[in-house]
């Protein structure tokens, strides 16, 4: 099924941003999170073993959309699409990187700070947007100033988004869903503490309320 990465957006109000250590990892932590509601993953290529991590779970977890975050590289688009990647999140902004995604075809959120990258990004088709790092940018503030001159622009801020906050942000027109870490602590993680993972979920699937509402089911 194909997806823009807009419907990846409105999955859900919190996108988990997700590094993975151990691949022995992935499945569990992604059935934790789905348990809590949580359908769409952003597995970091920060680790050794990410692009294994996306493909165990693409390939065994029904229900989960997996992307790709941290992509830096243009030759990470094809090598994400053939990992099982739905889609593809960047910290940043450049002309190499959107003439890859354009390529394969691979949705792609990418990150901007300023306003000049807000107008690159629309000059290159693009309307969906990852605000980072969101809280050194300004936060809900710099939020509200770029939705005048921007109306047609919506952001997934991420990069100092907690729980303590994330509803501050949520509640911006300009905010389709927020980036966080918190939802799978590296902690937790290591110690396999699933349940309290599936916690974390379903508290954030009660921050704003989508079609269906939240759930929540027994991780086990």
């Known amino acids: 099924m194909s997806r823009s990465i807009l419907d990846v ?7 988990p941003v997700i590094v993975i250590e151990r691949l022995g990892d992935a499945v ?3 059935r934790a999170l789905l348990a809590g509601g949580v359908r769409v993953l952003e597995v970091t290529l920060r680790t050794p073993v990410a692009l294994r991590a996306m493909q165990a779970i693409a390939a065994e977890v029904d229900g989960v959309i997996v992307g790709a975050g941290t992509v830096t590289d243009p030759d990470d688009f094809e090598r994400c699409r ?9 910290p940043g902004l450049t002309a190499e990187l959107c003439a890859a995604a354009r390529a394969s075809g691979l949705p792609w959120l990418p990150g901007v700070m300023t306003p000049s ?3 690159a990004a629309k000059s290159a088709g693009l309307r969906q947007m990852k605000l980072f790092p969101a809280g050194a940018a300004g936060g809900p503030a710099m939020l509200k100033a770029l939705a005048g001159p921007f109306p047609d622009v919506t952001f997934c801020p991420t990069g100092g988004v907690t729980a303590a906050n994330a509803a501050e942000y949520l509640a911006l027109p300009n ?15 290591a110690g396999g503490q699933w349940r309290r993972i599936t916690a974390l979920a379903c508290e954030a ?6 079609a269906g509402g939240p759930w929540c089911a027994d991780a086990g």
Do not use: K, M, N, Y
């Not at 957006?9 to 996108?15: K, T």
């Not at 699937?205 to 989508?210: G, V």
């Open 28 to 30: 569990p932590l992604a």
């Open 117 to 119: 990258e807000v107008i």
């Open 9 to 15: 957006l409105q999955a859900g109000p919190v996108l």
């Open 175 to 189: 905010v389709t869903c927020v980036g966080g870490s918190w939802l799978a602590p590296a902690d937790a993680i």
């Open 82 to 90: 053939s990992a099982g990647a739905a889609f593809g999140v960047s």
């Open 205 to 210: 699937q009660s921050l704003r309320r989508h």
